[in-house]
Each structure stands twice: as C-alpha cells, then as structure tokens.
C-alpha cells in the first residue's frame, strides 16, 4: 500500500518547522519517526498533503536532569531510551525504560520517538499512560517563538486527539519527580501489539514496605488513558504491601471503569483484565 501524493519538507530548525506549519495550514503534518502517520497514511486514514520532517532538528533528542526532573527529548527514540544506561535513567525511573519492551517490535522502536507518540495520543499507548500516571509536561512552541506547558492529564482528549494546536511542535517531556516504585504491564493478543489492556501503578511505600498512597492508570478501557481514583483511595487507605490490599485496589478499579467493547475484546473482558493487570503491577511496583 501507498500513500496519497505529498509534499515533503525538511525543517532546519523548531521555528522555521512552526512557520511551515502555520503557512500550510490543516493540510500539513510533522513526520518524525513515521511509525503511526505512514501506516495511517498508507491505509488513507491520513492524506495529508504536506510533511515537515522534524528529524532533523538539533537539540529535540536525549535524555538529562535538572531541578525541574527527567527531561526527554521528543525525537528520543523508544529504542534510545530502552538503553539508556543508569547514568541517565537511574532506578528512579527504570520504569521508562522498562516500559519500552512492550511498545511494538525492534524496528520501530529504532524508529518510533517519545514525542510523536504523546503527539498521536492512542489510548493504550504507553508513553500516553507513563505520562498520564506521572504528571508529565510536554512543552510545545507554537508561532511566533510562543511555548506552552501542557500537562498530561490535560492532552489527551479522546481518540487520537490531543490539545495540541496543528502548528504546535512538542520540544521537552519533563517528567517532574521520582518513580521508583512504579511498573507498567499489559496483555495484547500478539508480542508486539498494542495493548487490549495496560495498566500502570505508582505507588508511594514506606521504608517499612508499608503502602501509604500511590497512583493507578489504565490503557484501554476508555478513549484516553485514564487515572483511576477510586483505586487511588483503596491506596491511600494504606495498608501492608501484599495481596490484600492489591486485591482490593484492583476490585475498586474494576468497579469503577465502563471499558468499551470492540473487536479486540468486549467490555466485561477488558474490566477483568483490569483488574489481574492492577494486581501484577502492585506487585511488580512493590518488589522495586
Ligand atoms: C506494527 C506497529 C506496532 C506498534 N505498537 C506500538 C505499541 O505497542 N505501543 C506504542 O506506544 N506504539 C506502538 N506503535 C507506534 C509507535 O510507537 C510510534 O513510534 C509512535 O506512536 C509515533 O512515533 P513516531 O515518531 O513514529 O511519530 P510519527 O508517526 O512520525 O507521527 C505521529 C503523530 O505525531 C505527530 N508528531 C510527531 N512528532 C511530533 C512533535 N515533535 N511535535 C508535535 N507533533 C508530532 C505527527 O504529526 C503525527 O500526527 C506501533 C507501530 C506499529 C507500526
């Protein structure tokens, strides 16, 4: 399959990329890695008439820290950040890294980058969730050099839809504290699918091992990922680490989310299927 006639453009720098896609408008798109947008436009699911290749931007790709947290670059691919080594993604944040193995297969996560990801906004993908559990920032420059901080809660809309504007460009993802009890786990049909179900847990453990609190997201049971607070409140409850309390955690998610029921599976399959994955990602998060 092939994709309808386009236009391609190479953008030298952030704004000169914001300036094109102010000047073409609802028929321009950024092209990055390619791994969403080609098969979309293969199959014609997109026909956009112009492309702006963002690859070349400097300064957009890698990892570092400041005061403000982890910082990712959004033209960092899955694969870079799969190895990044300790120096850059210690164990506070070894989940990021980790996470990555579930994200389709080799070539495209040597392909795929953060920030189109976050950008393309699919509901199981788990840049999409990662951000939603942690309070990540994306940072994006519009026209006339304007930059803005979107925080994840607030990106995802729906289906594929995100508040970013046409003519935005992300240019940081800021991952704002520490995780290092946290875990991401999923189940798709095939290795390298997308999720039927993800789901991601943070949680906040005493030096005791003792749970006072933590945070619960899902992918896959609603249009966008969604945090899950009656969860979140069997959490904060506290209670020792262990069986019961994940149990009873993952028992209030399942109560509390109304999956959709499509072709990869119908609603009551993706609510018990909530519900095992909350459980195995306590567990995973609290053994951390
Ligand atoms: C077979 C297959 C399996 C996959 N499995 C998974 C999976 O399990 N989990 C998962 O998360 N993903 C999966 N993917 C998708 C993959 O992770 C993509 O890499 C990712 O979704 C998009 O990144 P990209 O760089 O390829 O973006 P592109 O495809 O180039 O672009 C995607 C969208 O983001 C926009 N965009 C890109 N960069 C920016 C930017 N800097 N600022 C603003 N907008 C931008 C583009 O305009 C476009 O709308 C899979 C893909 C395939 C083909």
Redesign the pocket.
């Known amino acids: 399959m092939k994709p309808a006639a386009f236009t391609y453009h190479r953008a030298r720098d952030v704004d000169g990329a914001v300036d094109l896609l102010s000047e073409l408008g609802d028929d321009a798109?950024?092209?990055?890695?390619?791994?969403?947008?080609?098969?979309m436009m293969n199959f014609r699911l997109a026909r956009p008439a112009h492309l702006v290749d963002?690859t070349a931007l400097p300064g957009l790709s890698g990892i570092s820290t400041d005061e403000e947290g982890l910082h990712i670059g959004?033209l960092t691919t899955?694969r870079a950040v799969e190895t990044a080594p300790d120096s850059l993604l210690g164990p506070d944040h070894a989940v990021l890294r980790e996470a990555m193995a579930?994200?389709?297969h080799l070539p495209?996560r040597t392909?795929?980058?953060v920030?189109?990801?976050l950008?393309?906004g699919?509901a199981t993908?788990?840049?999409c969730l990662l951000a939603v559990l942690l309070d990540a920032r994306v940072v994006v420059r519009g026209p006339g050099g304007a930059q803005r901080t979107i925080e994840a809660a607030d990106l995802f809309l729906g289906f594929y839809m995100t508040t970013?504007a046409p003519d935005?460009?992300?240019v940081d993802v800021v991952f704002p504290r520490p995780a290092p009890h946290c875990a991401l786990t999923e189940f798709a049909e095939r290795a390298?699918?997308?999720?039927a179900v993800a789901a991601a847990v943070d949680l906040d453990l005493a030096a005791d091992g003792t749970v006072r609190g933590g945070r619960v997201a899902l992918g896959g049971v609603a249009p966008a990922p969604v945090r899950v607070p009656e969860a979140e409140a069997v959490l904060q409850n506290g209670g020792p680490a262990g069986p019961e309390l994940f149990a009873a955690c993952a028992e209030a998610a399942e109560a509390a989310i109304d999956p959709p029921s499509d072709a990869d599976g119908s609603s009551d399959y993706r609510r018990v299927l909530a519900r095992t994955l909350i459980v195995r990602a306590c567990e995973e998060a609290a053994a951390r």
Not at 29 to 39: D, E, M, R, T, Y
Not at 192 to 195: K, L, M, Q, S, T
């Open positions: 798109k950024i092209i990055a890695g390619g791994q969403s947008l080609v098969p963002v959004p899955h579930w994200v389709g495209i392909l795929g980058t920030g189109g990801s950008a393309h699919d993908a788990e840049w970013l935005e460009v992300i390298g699918d997308f999720a």
